[in-house]
T-cell receptor, first 111, second 118 residues
């Protein structure tokens, strides 16, 4: 079973700061997802990637397959970015999507 | 475009009671899954389905049943609720066709059901 580790567990930053959240996994994958869970509880998909880098607005996701590591960056952070960010990896087996989830990074952006 | 609809949003049960958590999607997705989310733990897979008429167990299936009679619906049944089943439950759906060239993920979640068993 793939082990997914996220760091940091908790992060508090000031508005405008550049944010980095890390995700490491133990065995090879076919894809990696970044998800966002707001205080109200709903989960929204941000990215799915299998190589390189993807960007959408102020969010950037990168993945290094050889090092089994991915990062989620937030530029010009804003209080509305406050949420739990979850990394999930898709490997063979383990369900319809074969997903194993990290425990999440709780991000708070202070004004 | 409703996406994934989960009901109810909140539920309180007494030990031994049964109930069904409903999940419906209108995106014609083949894959549907049920997860539970507990404090300090990642989402854990309960049951999943890769298409109508096909279901299988995930990581924590005990105490739960599912069925998939249509592509749209994937209900989760608790046969005899126990306090250990107090959790937040999420239904998710996705398509078999995974477009990795797009920035976003094809994974869609319902808004969750907060279940308390006393």
């Amino acid at each position: 079973k793939n082990e997914v580790e996220q760091s940091p567990q908790n992060l508090t930053a000031q508005e405008g700061e550049f944010i980095t959240i890390n995700c490491s996994y133990s065995v090879g994958i076919s894809a990696l997802h970044w998800l966002q869970q707001h205080p109200g509880g709903g989960i929204v998909s941000l990215f799915m990637l299998s190589s390189g880098k993807k960007k959408h607005g102020r969010l950037i996701a990168t993945i290094n397959i050889q090092e089994k590591h991915s990062s989620l960056h937030i530029t010009a952070s804003h209080p509305r970015d406050s949420a739990v960010y979850i990394c999930a990896v898709r490997s063979s087996g383990g369900g319809a999507d074969g997903l194993t989830f990290g425990k999440g990074t709780h991000l708070i952006i202070q004004p | 475009n409703a996406g994934v609809t989960q009901t109810p949003k909140f539920q309180v049960l007494k030990t031994g009671q049964s109930m069904t958590l409903q999940c419906a999607q209108d995106m014609n997705h083949e894959y549907m899954s049920w997860y539970r989310q507990d404090p300090g733990m990642g989402l854990r897979l309960i049951h999943y389905s890769v298409g109508a008429g096909i279901t299988d167990q995930g990581e924590v299936p005990n105490g739960y049943n599912v069925s998939r009679s249509t592509t749209e619906d994937f209900p989760l049944r608790l046969l005899s609720a126990a306090p250990s089943q107090t959790s937040v439950y999420f239904c998710a759906s996705s398509t078999r066709r995974q477009d990795l060239s797009s920035y976003n993920s094809p994974l869609h979640f319902g808004n969750g059901t907060r279940l308390t068993v006393t």
